[in-house]
């Protein structure tokens, strides 16, 4: 069964840091793009940061200087390290991750991870 599994949020203070993971598992045979979204209560979901195979990265200009979104092809686990949090940065964060399974790339979701930013 492909799934993909975050683990890393919590509860941290404005300012403080919190590094989420990403794991994916299962029948996979390689994957594309990664990325991290997030959905605050009553918004929209939005994209946060997304990384290519190749490592090429793009930020949510709301992140930019304080998120860094990186992986390890070996494990296939994409990461994002969130500094200076702010309250505003409160949501669910959620992975997502285009994956080969079998003859067709298909879009993955995690179930999401609570990450709570008090002021």
């Known amino acids: 069964q492909v799934q993909l599994v975050e683990s890393g949020g919590g509860l941290v203070q404005a300012g403080g840091s919190l590094r989420l993971s990403c794991a994916a598992s299962?029948?996979?045979?390689?994957?594309?793009?990664m990325g991290w979204y997030r959905q605050a209560p009553g918004k929209q979901r939005e994209l946060v940061a997304r990384?290519?195979?190749?490592?090429?990265?793009n930020y949510a200009d709301s992140v930019k200087g304080r998120f860094t979104i990186s992986r390890d092809n070996a494990k296939n686990t994409v990461y994002l390290q969130m500094n200076s949090l702010k309250p505003e940065d409160t949501a669910v964060y959620y992975c997502?991750?285009?994956?080969?399974?079998?003859?067709?790339?298909?879009?993955?979701w995690g179930k999401g991870t609570l990450v709570t930013v008090s002021s």
């Open positions: 299962g029948s996979i045979f390689s994957i594309g793009v």
């Open positions: 997502n991750a285009d994956l080969l399974v079998g003859p067709r790339v298909m879009d993955y």
């Open positions: 990384i290519t195979s190749g490592g090429s990265t």
